[in-house]
């Protein structure tokens, strides 16, 4: 199979109407339409719920719609805030989960065990490390310090190591990233990144964009792993 034509699709991917090519070439050689479930979303979010009632709707939803796509998912472990919000939307939706977990969460009472897979592991470092290693894209919730030092290593790693640009999607719901997207681009502006080298980052404010993107990243993951 042409390998030219997998790696081609890093730009055709974002015109409108490709999902809907490719699910037709699916059902042609497949005989119908590839199960997501072999790939997998890293979620990052928050072990506080928030102080809007916004924040744990949209996790709920979020991670009903993974399960019912049919999307793998892995978070953080713990069953606490949003963490523990988006794990049962995506475990009652049917969605595999896996939680990596730091002992001194576990010591403190915070591990989810009604997860699908829980691996409790030494420190914050290893766990990021195997969220990274695990997903085949990032999706970050609402969170604290602790999510936006996930998502910034998770960009960082995807930029250096990764020869596919993993989609990194940020749910700005309410709003909340917006600061962020703010110094993001006045670093752009102030020529210590450049916005071409980091466009697998999107600002999403919608359920119908985030999976869009998904399911769009899907296609192209699929040709890819051909």
């Given at each position: 199979r042409d390998r030219s034509v997998s790696r081609g699709?890093?730009?055709?991917?974002?015109?409108?109407g490709i999902v809907k090519i490719v699910e037709c070439i699916n059902y042609h050689l497949y005989g119908g339409f590839m199960n997501k479930k072999n790939m997998t979303v890293t979620v990052y979010c928050g072990s506080h719920k928030g102080l809007s009632p916004t924040y744990t709707s949209f996790a709920q939803n979020f991670g009903t719609q993974l399960g019912k796509s049919g999307y793998r998912v892995a978070y953080g472990g713990g069953q606490l805030g949003l963490m523990g919000i988006i794990a049962n939307a995506a475990l009652d939706a049917g969605a595999h989960v896996t939680g990596i977990i730091p002992k001194v969460f576990v010591e403190t009472e915070q591990a989810h065990y009604g997860v699908s897979r829980l691996e409790i592991v030494e420190d914050m470092f290893t766990r990021k490390k195997k969220l990274i290693e695990i997903g085949d894209a990032f999706v970050i919730l609402p969170g604290g310090i602790g999510t936006l030092e996930e998502f910034v290593d998770t960009a960082d790693w995807v930029h250096i190591y990764e020869s596919i640009q993993k989609p990194i999607i940020i749910a700005n719901v309410?709003?909340?990233f917006d600061p962020l997207k703010t110094l993001l681009d006045s670093l752009a502006q102030s020529g210590f990144i450049t916005k071409k080298d980091w466009d697998n980052i999107h600002f999403c404010s919608s359920m119908t964009n985030i999976f869009s993107i998904l399911d769009n990243y899907y296609m192209i993951h699929m040709?890819?792993?051909a």
């Open positions: 699709l890093g730009d055709v991917y974002k015109r409108q309410s709003g909340l040709m890819n792993n």
